[in-house]
């Protein structure tokens, strides 16, 4: 198993900043790809962003290109989510993601990842 632990969430300002991290642990060979998954109250779970452990190969979902940035540590099992230029619309429960190994591609479908941690508050005030 995986287990996948979020933190760095909080208050903060419209146009500020915040840097989430998640810790992975367990069998971590048994993930291929990470990613960052937000839900807002009443809405869908968004897809973030996602990076391969192995190279780093990212993706963004449109809504934050250009303003986040994921990357990751190998040495400590550990993704980050710098967030930039906050806006109060990306307020949201954000969520760190495992997909298997068995999938050697990176995917925005939530139900596509295996292994999920229990969420980080991020509120942007405006």
């Known amino acids: 198993q995986v287990q996948l632990l979020e933190s760095g969430g909080g208050l903060v300002q419209a146009g500020g900043s915040l840097r989430l991290s998640c810790a992975a642990s367990g069998r971590t060979d048994r993930t291929y790809s990470m990613a960052w998954f937000r839900q807002a109250p009443g809405k869908d779970r968004e897809f973030v962003a996602a990076?391969?452990?192995?190279?780093?190969?990212?993706n963004y979902g449109d809504a934050v290109q250009g303003r986040f940035t994921i990357s990751r540590d190998n040495t400590k099992n550990t993704v980050f989510l710098q967030m930039n230029s906050l806006k109060p619309e990306d307020t949201a429960v954000y969520y760190c993601?495992?997909?298997?190994?068995?999938?050697?591609?990176?995917?925005?479908?939530?139900?596509?990842?295996?292994?999920w941690g229990q969420g980080t508050q991020v509120t942007v005030s405006s």
């Open positions: 990076i391969i452990w192995d190279g780093g190969s990212t």
């Open positions: 993601a495992g997909r298997s190994s068995l999938y050697r591609t990176i995917s925005r479908v939530p139900e596509n990842y295996d292994y």
